[in-house]
């Protein structure tokens, strides 16, 4: 029988009195671009330390690769690839000698070592300036460096944590290509983001809030049980508009979303009817919920102050 390549089972890690990762359990298919999403504050970068052997839970156990973390660290840290939050690279070396301390630290050396850093430095697009300098890189080259380093030695699981975090949407797309590529390879990947809009990249994601698991499927699941009746609207002033909107026509809730107004409603036909004619509106329609309209009603209530970057 084929090992997950991750079993989380209720999975607690507590600082003090308080609790960080509050009985997450989940589990990761080979193969798989898993999505770990949340807000600031949610408990990704916890649970992924815990993951990769950095820090002890306080009760449960996480399986990677069929073996307990918490038993047998130093094995489970041979087969995976980390990628912190914070930043790992030397930014007063270049690229290449990034390049050739991760693979020392893998325990390359020699022609090895020089072919493995020319392959990884191809995979992540970065070939040809392994003369420059990371101070002088932009976000997203400095992120993909980071990515190379932590392919090095050819992890069969790849934990990313927040690896899109500062990087401009564009970059960020190309950054998701170099993650489908990994997977198409066979690796499986764990990725955590704050950013809803990537959600819709993952196979199957969990929705993580203040420690806990609020929901988890793919992209289609999540939406299909949990999204609520969308009426986009459009208007010249949607904050000025918000409580007027929020107060008409079935209308449960209105969110400013971008440029435009996502009201819920159990009725989204009728309301879009209804608000279409109310003056100031330039356009009200049904659309699908996005991942974020689903993470906004499962969290209603129980935001965390100061922890919900993930709706805005
Ligand atoms: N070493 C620590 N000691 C005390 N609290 C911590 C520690 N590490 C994280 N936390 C707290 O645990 C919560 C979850 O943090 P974190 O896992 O970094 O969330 P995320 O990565 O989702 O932003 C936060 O409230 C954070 O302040
Ligand atoms: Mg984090």
Not at 83 to 99: C, H, I, K, P, W
Not at 173 to 196: C, K, N, P, Q
Request: aromatic share 6%.
């Amino acid at each position: 029988m084929a090992e997950k390549a991750v079993l989380l089972d209720r999975l607690v890690k507590r600082f003090g009195r308080f609790t960080a990762v509050d009985s997450i359990s989940l589990s990761v298919e080979r193969g798989e671009v898993f999505g770990f999403l949340g807000p600031n504050g949610a408990g990704k970068s916890t649970t992924i330390r815990i993951m990769c052997g950095l820090l002890r839970p306080t009760s449960g156990t996480a399986v990677i690769d069929g073996i307990d973390v918490a038993r047998r660290p130093e094995d489970v840290r041979a087969g995976i690839g980390y990628m912190s939050q914070r930043f790992s690279l030397y930014r007063d070396l270049t690229v290449g000698e990034n390049a050739a301390f991760f693979a020392g630290v893998y325990g390359l050396g020699g022609r090895e070592a020089s072919a493995r850093i020319g392959e990884v430095l191809a995979d992540v697009g970065l070939s040809g300036v392994e003369s420059l300098q990371v101070s002088s890189l932009d976000p997203g080259r400095r992120q993909r460096l980071a990515l190379g380093c932590s392919l090095m030695h050819r992890p069969r699981i790849l934990f990313l944590d927040e690896p899109t975090s500062g990087v401009d949407p564009r970059t960020r797309g190309e950054f998701w290509d170099i993650i489908y590529r990994l997977a198409e390879s066979g690796v499986t990947v764990f990725v955590t983001t704050h950013y809803m809009q990537e959600a819709d990249f993952c196979s199957r994601l969990a929705m993580i809030h203040a420690g806990r698991l609020v929901a988890s499927g793919t992209p289609g699941d999540l939406r299909r049980e949990h999204g609520p009746g969308v009426v986009e609207v459009r208007c010249a002033d949607p904050s000025g508009m918000l409580d007027a909107l929020s107060q008409s026509a079935g209308v449960e809730e209105a969110f400013l979303f971008g440029d435009a107004i996502h009201a819920y409603s159990a009725d989204p036909a009728a309301s879009a009817a209804a608000l279409s004619a109310i003056s100031g509106v330039s356009a009200a329609r049904v659309i699908e919920p996005t991942l974020e309209d689903v993470f906004v009603r499962l969290v209603r209530g129980t935001a965390r102050p100061g922890g919900t970057e993930a709706a805005g």
